[in-house]
């Protein structure tokens, strides 16, 4: 059996063909004044100046982007990325944000969130769910739960969308991306779209081949296990949800795991040990209750937060001679003023 719902109030997405290359014919924009927003002519979607990201991320923090537009559709899609081409800005990929920390600087160019871009359809009998990028990832896995489909349970306390798990590898309580994607399409900024397979996408610890690319997901598929009881999977759900809410700082902004776990170590404990909980600069301080954490205690800016970073990867690097790198990704302009 087949069934497909779309889980938001959006239309659906245009279909996206495999590999070929698009017209923007008929996908012309407007030339307004650069303090005006700008409206992609044939659609509603509006890219606007100066906006500022901290109120898209999960930090709270980061300056304007020059640019910044939410499409809906993929023709919208195409028309942003043919805008910035135009006008030779460089284009930055948001998700949910929850993995980020913008510098207060803000950032150049176009930035383009995919938060809008949701569809889903599942197949109950086989298990095979598509996803549009733009899914919230907990939103998803209650979802699944709730139809039996077994394999997104661990899912539940991760804030982000299933575009930025996909780029991310995003993964919890011994599941992680890779373990059930089947393809992701993206879109690439020639106006080219490809499905990439897990072996494409080289998957290893929280890294995809992905990275430091701006190929947009678009949509992702995933095999699930169909004919589970509900309620159990939702019990499960409910259970990592619970421990992640007890042994992690949710009650105030964050963006997860700051640093990567090294090879044989676990980063929080390197950063207890060095006896930096609760240590703090400006408004950025390292969690009492989960030491991979940096909180936003209310006012914290960027340069708080980087700075903390640095500090803490100068400690551990002094005790033990291990480099921590860091998970979130760090975008802008950080150099002192
Ligand atoms: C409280 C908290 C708990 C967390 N717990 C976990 C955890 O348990 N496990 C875990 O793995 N992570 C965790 N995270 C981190 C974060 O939620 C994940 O890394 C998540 O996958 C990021 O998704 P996002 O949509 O927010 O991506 P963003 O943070 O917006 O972006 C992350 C990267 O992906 C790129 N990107 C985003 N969307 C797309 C797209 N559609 N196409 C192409 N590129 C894109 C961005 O350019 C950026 O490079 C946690 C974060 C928070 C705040």
Redesign the pocket.
């Known amino acids: 059996m087949i069934n497909t719902m779309t889980l938001s109030y959006d239309p659906p997405q245009v279909a996206i063909p495999q590999t070929v290359r698009l017209s923007f014919e008929s996908l012309k924009y407007s030339t307004q004044s650069a303090a005006q927003p700008v409206r992609l002519l044939g659609t509603d979607c509006l890219i606007k100046p100066h906006v500022t990201l901290a109120a898209h991320?999960?930090f709270r923090v980061g300056g304007p982007a020059q640019w910044y537009v939410t499409p809906q559709r993929f023709a919208e899609l195409q028309a942003s990325f043919e805008w910035a081409q135009a006008q030779a800005l460089p284009i930055?990929?948001?998700?949910?944000?929850?993995?980020?920390l913008i510098s207060d600087r803000g950032l150049p160019g176009l930035v383009i969130s995919?938060r809008r871009?949701r569809q889903n359809q599942f197949n109950l009998s086989s298990g095979e769910v598509t996803v549009g990028?733009?899914e919230p990832?907990p939103r998803l896995a209650w979802q699944m739960a709730e139809r039996g489909l077994q394999g997104m349970e661990w899912a539940v306390?991760?804030?982000?969308?299933v575009?930025?798990?996909?780029?991310?590898?995003?993964?919890?309580h011994g599941g992680?991306t890779a373990d059930y994607l089947v393809n992701a399409h993206?879109l690439l900024p020639d106006g080219t779209t490809k499905i990439l397979t897990p072996q494409d996408l080289r998957y290893r610890y929280?890294t995809s081949a992905?990275?430091g690319k701006n190929?947009?997901?678009?949509q992702a598929t995933f095999q699930l296990q169909p004919g589970f009881d509900p309620a159990t999977l939702t019990d499960l759900t409910n259970q990592h949800y619970k421990h992640?809410r007890t042994t992690?700082p949710?009650h105030l902004p964050?963006?997860?795991?700051v640093f990567r776990n090294p090879i044989g170590h676990k980063a929080g404990c390197l950063i207890e040990q060095a006896g930096l909980k609760g240590y703090q600069i400006g408004g950025a301080q390292i969690a009492e209750r989960h030491a991979n954490?940096i909180l936003n205690c209310g006012n914290a800016v960027a340069s708080d937060i980087f700075r903390l970073i640095q500090h803490v990867q100068q400690q551990v690097e002094q005790r033990w001679s291990l480099n921590l790198e860091t998970?979130v990704?760090i975008l802008g302009d950080f150099q002192a003023l």
């Open positions: 991320t999960s930055t990929l948001l998700g949910a944000g929850s993995n980020l995919t871009l990028a733009g990832l306390g991760i804030p982000g969308t575009g930025g798990a996909v780029v991310m590898n995003a993964g919890a992680c993206v929280r992905l990275q190929w947009l997901v678009t992640r992690q949710y964050s963006c997860g795991s954490f998970e990704k």
